[in-house]
């Protein structure tokens, strides 16, 4: 969607949801296009920001804070005979 300045000025809340709903917004003065509005999460990957896949794994929890036990129980019993 195209935004004369003095509009988007006036409706910038307005302009900011439509960015993030949307996708990109065109600014105009004059009829010459000056600017684009974009969400963040677009700004970003497009800046190459968005970390790779192992910075990603190393961002997680501490492992050695975690408690991962599991029961020594054996599994229950299921009977497999044909039952109607």
């Known amino acids: 969607m195209?935004?004369?300045v003095q509009e988007a000025k006036q409706r910038f809340s307005e302009l900011l949801r439509a960015a993030?709903?949307?996708g990109?917004?065109?600014v105009t003065r004059h009829g010459e296009e000056i600017?684009?509005?974009i969400?963040?999460?677009e700004?970003?990957?497009l800046r190459g920001d968005v970390p790779d896949f192992k910075d990603f794994l190393r961002s997680g929890p501490d492992w050695?804070?975690?408690e991962l036990t599991r029961s020594?129980?054996?599994?229950?019993e299921i009977d497999w005979t044909d039952q109607e």
């Open 2 to 4: 195209l935004w004369q």
């Open 20 to 22: 993030k709903a949307d």
């Open 24 to 26: 990109p917004q065109v």
């Open 35 to 37: 600017a684009v509005v």
């Open 39 to 41: 969400d963040i999460a």
């Open 43 to 45: 700004y970003h990957r």
């Open 64 to 66: 050695d804070d975690v």
């Open 72 to 76: 020594r129980e054996l599994p229950r």
